[in-house]
T-cell receptor, first 114, second 115 residues
Framework: DGGITQSPKYLFRKEGQNVTLSCEQN?????MYWYRQDPGQGLRLIYY???????QKGDIAEGYSVSREKKESFPLTVTSAQKNPTAFYLC?????????????FGDGTRLSIL | AQSVTQLGSHVSVSEGALVLLRCNYS??????LFWYVQYPNQGLQLLLK??????LVKGINGFEAEFKKSETSFHLTKPSAHMSDAAEYFC?????????????FGTGTRLKVLA
């Protein structure tokens, strides 16, 4: 079945450490997104990518970085510059720039500080 | 800028009662609208979507929503709540004219179903 796979499901970060969250999709979707979810705040957009080798900052990009070298993959790195990284991270994809199509979501990665 | 407001961060209903979750959007043109459901420690699943066809949209699990342009609303309803409906629900909007290719989400409504 087609879908989005996020790994790992749980991740722990030490002070000063960069960590990378994986997101892979086999839906042949052009667009991919990363969101951060905190209790009571809904989903906040970190980065998004419409095509390979191109991505844009979302609303809370500081302290994060991404790459889009392959259509299927959109990894997110949480850098040491992100001082409050504890959150639930969701990756999503959509079929194209036709914004009438919904997003498909992975099952998320929960990041915590050690 | 496009925005979405979900009234009520927590809603409780009795099993078998009507479920009504509210969503209002701000946009000068009708956007595309979506409702998603999220169970604990999982991603979001699409319940239904409005893309400028019929104003009454039927989704999965017995949910439906009505697009009302005059009220800029897209409220989610279900005639009879089931225990399995307990989850968090998100309303989202996309604006095809904005050129930003972003989806905007509300802050969510957590539904509790009482036995």
């Amino acid at each position: 079945d087609g879908g989005i796979t996020q790994s790992p499901k749980y991740l722990f970060r030490k002070e000063g450490q960069n960590v990378t969250l994986s997101c892979e999709q086999n839906l042949n979707h052009d667009a991919m997104y990363w969101y951060r979810q905190d209790p009571g705040q809904g989903l906040r957009l970190i980065y998004y990518s419409q095509i390979v080798n191109d991505f844009q900052k979302g609303d809370i990009a500081e302290g994060y970085s991404v790459s889009r070298e392959k259509k299927e993959s959109f990894p997110l790195t949480v850098t040491s510059a992100q001082k409050n990284p504890t959150a639930f991270y969701l990756c999503a994809s959509s079929i194209s720039r036709a914004m009438r199509q919904p997003q498909h979501f992975g099952d998320g990665t929960r990041l915590s500080i050690l | 800028a496009q925005s979405v407001t979900q009234l009520g961060s927590h809603v409780s209903v009795s099993e078998g009662a009507l479920v009504l979750l509210r969503c209002n959007y701000s946009s000068s043109v009708p956007p595309y609208l979506f409702w998603y459901v999220q169970y604990p420690n999982q991603g979001l699943q699409l319940l239904l979507k409005y893309t400028s066809a019929a104003t009454l949209v039927k989704g999965i699990n017995g949910f439906e929503a009505e697009f009302k342009k005059s009220e800029t609303s897209f409220h989610l309803t279900k005639p009879s709540a089931h225990m399995s409906d307990a989850a968090e629900y998100f309303c989202a909007v996309s604006d095809p004219t904005s050129g930003t290719y972003k989806y905007i989400f509300g802050t969510g409504t957590r539904l509790k179903v009482l036995a």
